[in-house]
């Protein structure tokens, strides 16, 4: 990944895990808690595709599981996001632009319904059966309601910020300076022009038949003299 993406996606993990852990979980909601973390890899995973989206998705998920007040194995979370991060990126277009709103929102209810039968799913190998006590459908109905609509207000700002800065305008500005400058020179530097008129060796050319033809005429006017 390049800088800007690193430092960008850095940023906004860590803003989405300090929100969630800070704001979200407090509020005591029935069920599931929102996940901001899901849908910030998943807007980020939409741009940068599925290697970026795994990278990013393994990276959210571990810091999610090493701060406080994580009560699961390390490592568990990472997965899931990964996973999620990588199917979500396979999704990309070629331009980084969505034509529309439904594409994200499918992904965004997969992704939920996914990530949390994944999550339980880990949890049951390495003998965490907290999903069962709490409900399995329950979980899975609430974090669908929840992710769908908090997913208008983040989803399409993230995507639209990592486009942004994913974009290098100084690059696109010297790449045009440089091709007019090689313009300017092909055109005007070596005489040369657009539509084939004179040229560097054809201008020679035609001065050479000149003088030939000058020095003919004199030489023809001095023979009739």
């Not at 899901?38 to 980020?44: D, E, P, S, Y």
């Amino acid at each position: 990944m390049r800088v800007n993406r690193i430092l960008l996606s850095s940023s906004l993990v860590v803003v989405a895990l300090v929100l969630q852990v800070s704001v979200l979980a407090r509020l005591h909601l029935p069920g599931a808690v929102p996940d901001l973390l899901l849908l910030t890899v998943l807007a980020l995973a939409m741009v940068y595709g599925h290697v970026g989206g795994a990278l990013v998705g393994f990276g959210a998920g571990l810091l999610a599981d090493l701060a406080p007040p994580a009560d699961h194995a390390a490592g568990r979370y990472a997965l899931v996001l990964c996973v999620i991060g990588y199917l979500a990126g396979l999704i990309k277009p070629d331009n980084g632009r969505l034509k529309s709103a439904t594409g994200p929102m499918v992904v965004v209810a997969a992704a939920a319904i996914g990530s949390t039968l994944l999550y339980a799913g880990v949890g049951a190998l390495v003998g965490d059966t907290a999903a069962r006590h709490v409900g399995l459908g329950s979980l899975l109905f609430t974090a669908l309601l929840y992710d769908l609509l908090l997913a208008p207000f983040v989803v399409p700002g993230i995507m639209a910020l990592a486009r942004r800065a994913d974009n290098d305008p100084l690059a696109e500005t010297n790449s045009a300076a440089t091709a007019d400058i090689s313009t300017g020179w092909l055109s005007g530097g070596t005489g040369l022009r657009i539509g084939g008129q004179r040229g560097g060796f054809g201008g020679l050319k035609v001065k050479a038949a000149r003088a030939r033809t000058a020095r003919a005429g004199r030489i023809k006017g001095v023979k009739r003299l």
